[in-house]
Nanobody, 124 residues
Framework: VQLQASGGGLVMDGGSLRLSCAAS????????MAWFRQAPGKEREFVGA????????YYGDSVKGRFTISRDNAKNAVTLQMNSLKPEDTAVYYC??????????????????WGQGTLVTVSS
């Protein structure tokens, strides 16, 4: 399976952006998906995850209530809707996947399949 992230760009403080992670060589319905982000000079941070079997979602504290992960089976993609964006949300956003669900879904080392990243810049 390969992942392709897209949708990044420049947005004003308080604005919204929608990222997409398209899968090829497999179906997103069979994958447990996650989003991470990495700001310059910082560690890669957990943003959110979706459990494949029940489509339950989990979010990092810094984005809870503002970001939403959903699955689009028709497009074979997972999306990250980001609302009320803040300058501190500026980062390269990565999607990731694994086949078996992990209780450590928030840890980057649990994922072996990664997309290439898409840059989100929030201007104040």
């Amino acid at each position: 399976v390969q992942l392709q992230a897209s949708g990044g760009g420049l947005v004003m403080d308080g604005g919204s952006l929608r990222l997409s992670c398209a899968a090829s060589g497999g179906t997103v319905r069979s994958l447990n998906m996650a989003w991470f982000r990495q700001a310059p000079g910082k560690e890669r941070e957990f943003v959110g995850a979706m459990r494949q079997s029940v489509t339950t979602t989990y979010y990092g504290d810094s984005v809870k209530g503002r970001f939403t992960i959903s699955r689009d089976n028709a497009k074979n993609a997972v999306t990250l809707q980001m609302n009320s964006l803040k300058p501190e949300d500026t980062a390269v956003y990565y999607c990731a996947a694994r086949y078996a669900w992990s209780l450590r879904y928030y840890s980057r080392d649990q994922y072996s399949i990664w997309g290439q990243g898409t840059l989100v810049t929030v201007s104040s």
